[in-house]
């Protein structure tokens, strides 16, 4: 069993909103990250960015269809400073960049990078709780991940929507805790196994 921990969308563009907000979410997702490398498990960081024009963005996709004319188009290309990791959370070397051209996780080679990293199960710390996060835990709990939510490692605009979705769809699917209780199983874990 490999257990990897995805941090998605926590870019200058969308993460960076919730800070100036006052919210902690890029902190507890800091935190998770660094418990994630204390214990050596695999990170995969999760970006939503387009190709120069937006090729990807079909007209008839009510989230996407109209970016290209939007004044966000020149913030949403892959080489966009608001589609960038923020700096709180560089990847290392080798921790894999994923690109998703969607909501969902997964609309990207995620599942290919899961595989070579033969990945069973899954922690989700994301930006926000009723797109990334409810998007990619549908998808890994119909294809049989062990999941884990981290609820205070994820944030949506709507308290209320986030409130729901932690304490009575995700639980259906995943297990939801908070980062320090998650880290605390790990050094559990480990302690177990020595």
């Not at 996407?64 to 004044?71: H, L």
Request: proline content about 5%.
């Amino acid at each position: 069993m490999t257990t990897a921990l995805l941090l998605m969308d926590f870019q200058n563009g969308i993460a960076g909103r919730y800070a100036e907000a006052g919210s902690d979410v890029i902190e507890k997702a800091r935190r998770a990250l660094a418990a994630a490398r204390a214990h050596r498990i695999p990170v995969v960081f999760v970006r939503v960015a387009f190709r120069e024009g937006f090729p990807e963005a079909a007209a008839r996709n009510k989230a996407f269809g109209r970016i290209a004319d939007s004044p966000q188009a020149p913030h949403m290309t892959e080489s966009a400073a608001a589609t960038q990791i923020v700096a709180e959370l560089t990847p290392l070397p080798g921790e894999p960049v994923v690109v998703k051209r969607r909501i969902g996780a997964f609309a990207s080679d995620l599942d290919v990078v899961l595989r070579g990293l033969g990945a069973t199960d899954l922690v989700l710390a994301g930006v926000s709780t009723s797109g990334v996060v409810l998007s990619t835990v549908r998808h890994a709990a119909d294809h049989d991940f062990g999941l884990t939510v981290l609820a205070d490692a994820c944030a949506d605009q709507d308290p209320e929507v986030h409130r729901v979705l932690r304490e009575k769809v995700f639980p259906r699917q995943a297990d939801v805790v908070t980062v320090d209780e998650w880290a605390s199983g790990l050094g559990a874990e480990g302690a177990a196994r020595g």
